[in-house]
């Protein structure tokens, strides 16, 4: 473990399911994020939370929520989504600084959407 | 647009071999750059680099950046299989946002 843990660690839904991707990290650090990876593709930034609060969405569908209660905790909720949702969702969390230290990652949560 | 290319998408070499990848970038605010590994699922940090010409080491990796030219080559001698992974760079770019673009990695395949 990184000290980030994601879970489930692999998710199946319907496209009429509503379903949430928890991410929790015990390193205390004050920015956590949501990172999507598709096939072939760079890793996508989806959100990002600062000090608890939300500094970027990056024009992410709706069906795409994200929720974060305090620093250490991070949720994805999702709702109705498409095939082409499908992908490695990864969380990550750093100490934001006057550098980027880097990110940990956490092991990811494979979902497939049928 | 930022953007962070890296180079090539997939190389194979044989055991033994030293390999060099190629990460180059184009971003505002240039803060950080860092190389990850990512095996299986959750990439792991190898390297944060800050400054230009000053080589970072670990064991058989390496890696070097040139902050004039916009790039930075991550190296590993000697290969093993274990180091079969996708090498990923990611550039920071901004102060307080933290925000990182990561490139689209290079496959590395290491045959006995």
């Known amino acids: 473990e990184t000290g980030v843990t994601q879970t489930p660690r692999h998710l199946v839904m319907g496209m009429t399911n509503k379903k949430s991707l928890k991410c929790e990290q015990h390193?205390?650090?004050?920015?956590m994020y949501w990172y999507k990876q598709s096939a072939k593709k760079p890793l996508e930034l989806m959100f990002v939370?600062?000090?608890?609060?939300?500094?970027e969405n990056n024009s992410v569908p709706s069906r795409f929520s994200p929720e974060c209660p305090n620093s250490s905790h991070l949720f994805l909720h999702l709702h109705t989504l498409q095939p082409e949702d499908s992908a490695l969702y990864l969380c990550?969390?750093?100490?934001?600084?006057?550098?980027?230290?880097?990110?940990?990652f956490g092991s990811g949560t494979r979902l497939t959407v049928v | 647009e930022d953007k962070v290319v890296q180079s090539p998408l997939s190389l194979v070499v044989h055991e033994g071999d030293t390999v060099t990848l190629n990460c180059s970038y184009e971003?505002?605010?240039?803060?950080?750059l860092l190389w990850y590994k990512q095996e299986k699922k959750a990439p792991t940090f190898l390297f944060m680099l800050?400054?230009?010409?000053i080589e970072k080491k670990s064991g058989r990796l390496s890696s070097i950046l040139d902050k004039k030219e916009l790039f930075s080559i991550l190296n590993i001698t000697a290969t093993q299989t274990g180091d079969s992974a996708v090498y990923l760079c990611?550039?920071?770019?901004?102060?307080?946002?933290?925000?990182?673009?990561f490139g689209a990695g290079t496959r590395l395949t290491v045959k006995p």
């Open positions: 971003v505002t605010n240039f803060r950080s």
């Open positions: 990550a969390s750093s100490q934001v600084d006057e550098i980027n230290y880097g990110y940990t």
């Open positions: 390193l205390g650090h004050n920015a």
């Open positions: 800050t400054s230009s010409g």
């Open positions: 939370y600062s000090l608890e609060e939300r500094v």
């Open positions: 990611a550039v920071g770019g901004s102060y307080n946002n933290n925000d990182m673009r």
